[in-house]
């Protein structure tokens, strides 16, 4: 290879990288979940139930249609003072129109859930917060 190829294949190389290394930037920010996002934290009455109501929320409202982004789970334990740790399960649905987030509240199966695990929770937190960049 010739000096002027070899030094061609290495500005290309560099320039590669540096386009690589553009994107992820301290100004480029993380993918956003959804543009109405829906957390909900259960303080359940008894906790050992709480692994009854993660795989009803698994298996009744993950699948409803219009959801783009999903999570059910247990509290994070971090030992930090300033993150909250008065719930039983954690759950997080996105959705990215109006539409589809009035549909999961009122599909049958959101509602069966909620008919289930409303007297058996001691509180019930509800947030919607809505992503106005997207």
């Given at each position: 290879m010739?000096?002027?190829?070899?030094?061609?294949?290495?500005?290309?190389?560099?320039s590669i990288t540096l386009t690589g290394c553009a994107s992820n930037s301290v100004?480029?920010?993380?993918?956003?979940?959804a543009l109405i996002n829906h957390p909900v934290f259960f303080t359940l009455k008894d906790p050992s139930q709480a692994d009854e109501l993660i795989a009803d929320c698994n298996q009744r409202l993950a699948r409803i249609p219009g959801i783009v982004s999903y999570y059910c789970g247990r509290h994070f334990e971090t030992g930090?003072?300033?993150?909250?740790?008065?719930y039983t399960v954690g759950l997080f649905v996105g959705?990215?129109?109006?539409?589809?987030?009035e549909a999961y509240v009122t599909h049958h199966d959101h509602v069966w859930l909620v008919q289930k695990w409303r007297p058996r929770t001691e509180i019930l937190r509800v947030h919607d917060i809505l992503d106005e960049s997207r």
């Open positions: 010739n000096r002027r190829a070899l030094a061609l294949a290495a500005l290309l190389g560099c100004g480029t920010l993380p993918p956003r979940p930090r003072d300033t993150v909250s740790d008065d959705f990215d129109s109006a539409e589809h987030y």
